[in-house]
């Protein structure tokens, strides 16, 4: 069965410093990979969407950056961090046809 | 730049059906209803999608009118685990490169005791 993992599950972080979060799926191969960020009380942003290997769409301009080294492993950066990164960071897979997609359990970072 | 509109929140009381209304007028003939919840703190879980019959699982059924611009998810017997955002997507199946899932501001559900 597919599953998906994302680490770590919360993090705090200074301002200025670096941010990698990592997505990685099992058991599918040739994903949509998607990485959402949802502020406190605010609805769900779509960072980055990708569809293959080194394929990054990004969505909004901002200091985040993401890439995909392998097929099932999709991670988010920052070389530096600001307090509006502040969020509850979602990592997201589907298959091809698009039929159903299946988040992670979601990294709630708070930048100080 | 979501093309569905839901009301913001509804209440429901326990034990009977949530009705929960979408409408997608611009909705393309290739286009299905996708439906989603967030319960607080976690990812959004998949629920169901259709594109004109309407469709039952085991968590709802969603009800499509004949012209598909609007679109109904009913839980059937509604329980407090169930209050959460609820989010009506519109997108193709067999996806080209641009239809990226994008969630609109959804339904808040609240399941009142």
């Known amino acids: 069965s597919q599953t998906i993992h994302q680490w770590p599950a919360t993090l705090v972080q200074p301002v200025g410093s670096p941010l990698s979060l990592e997505c990685t799926v099992e058991?599918?191969?040739?994903?949509?990979l998607y990485w959402y960020r949802q502020a406190a009380g605010r609805g769900l942003q779509l960072l980055f969407y990708s569809v293959g290997i080194g394929q990054i769409s990004s969505e909004v301009p901002q200091n985040l950056s993401a890439s995909r080294p392998q097929d099932r492993q999709f991670i988010l950066s920052s070389k530096k961090l600001l307090l509006s990164d502040s969020g509850f960071y979602l990592c997201?897979?589907?298959?091809?046809?698009?039929?159903?997609?299946?988040f992670g359990q979601g990294t709630r970072l708070t930048v100080v | 730049d979501a093309k569905t509109t839901q009301p913001p929140s509804m209440d429901c009381a326990e034990g009977r059906a949530a009705n929960l209304p979408c409408n997608h007028s611009?909705?393309?003939?290739?286009?299905?209803v996708y439906w989603y919840r967030q319960i607080h703190s976690q990812g959004p879980q998949y629920i169901i999608h259709?594109?004109?019959n309407n469709e039952t699982n085991e968590m709802a059924s969603l009800i499509i009118t004949e012209d598909r611009k609007s679109s109904t998810l009913i839980l059937p017997h509604a329980t407090l685990r169930d209050t959460a955002v609820y989010y009506c997507i519109v997108r193709a199946l067999y996806l080209n490169r641009d239809d990226k899932i994008i969630f609109g501001k959804g339904t808040r559900l609240h399941i009142l005791p």
């Open positions: 611009t909705i393309s003939g290739n286009e299905y």
């Open positions: 997201a897979w589907e298959d091809r046809r698009g039929t159903e997609a299946f």
């Open positions: 058991g599918t191969s040739n994903p949509n």
């Open positions: 259709g594109l004109k």
